[in-house]
């Protein structure tokens, strides 16, 4: 797979556009950057994340750019539900695969951090796996950021590079 330009790849993000952001300790912060600096092209993009470590999506300045609906109601997230710019999915853990399985939730593009691939080609999930396999058996678009410090974990945590449509390291 070539390496795509990650802004140019990350266009095709509309607004109405329904995107998972991988969350916990794997919440890839610079894609998600580079998707908030789209936010005066975007309207109404559903971001679902679990327990993301960041505020990208939050800034009262992007609400009528970006719509929280959260799996977890993290801090990073209870001020926007509270004020209604952002939703919580009363959801146990297990549960929450069906949602992208069955397309409750279709997914248009997924956000995720990944280990740099091995020689087969194949990267972890790291130390953030939770509902992240779900949304990419379902993603239409895939987009990853390569961290060599994410450490390969091994279970159900890969992801193939050819899968993979964009990402930056």
């Keep these: 797979m070539a ?6 790849a990350l266009s095709v993000i509309n607004s109405g556009a329904r995107v998972f952001v991988q969350g ?3 919440t890839p912060q610079y894609l998600n950057r580079l998707v908030a600096n789209r936010a005066g092209d975007l309207r109404r993009v559903e ?3 679990l327990n993301p470590l960041d505020d ?3 800034n009262p300045e992007l609400r009528d750019s970006f719509f929280i609906n959260s799996l977890f109601a993290s801090s990073f997230v209870r001020s926007s539900i509270a004020s209604g710019s952002a939703s919580y999915i009363p959801i146990f853990l297990n549960e929450m695969p069906r949602l992208f399985d069955e397309k409750i939730l279709p997914i248009d593009a997924a956000l995720i951090h990944v280990s740099p691939p091995d ?11 939770e509902v992240t396999r779900a949304a ?3 993603a239409k678009k ?8 994410m450490p390969r974990v091994h279970g159900d945590t890969f992801v193939h590079m050819n899968d993979i449509d964009a990402y930056v390291e």
């Design 119 to 129: 020689k087969h080609g194949y990267c972890s999930l790291g130390i953030s796996v």
């Design 56 to 58: 990208t999506f939050t």
């Design 47 to 49: 971001i679902i994340s």
């Design 136 to 138: 990419i058996r379902n």
């Design 142 to 149: 895939i987009f990853a950021q390569i961290n060599r410090n």
């Design 3 to 8: 390496k795509l330009i990650i802004d140019q």
């Design 24 to 26: 916990c300790g794997g």
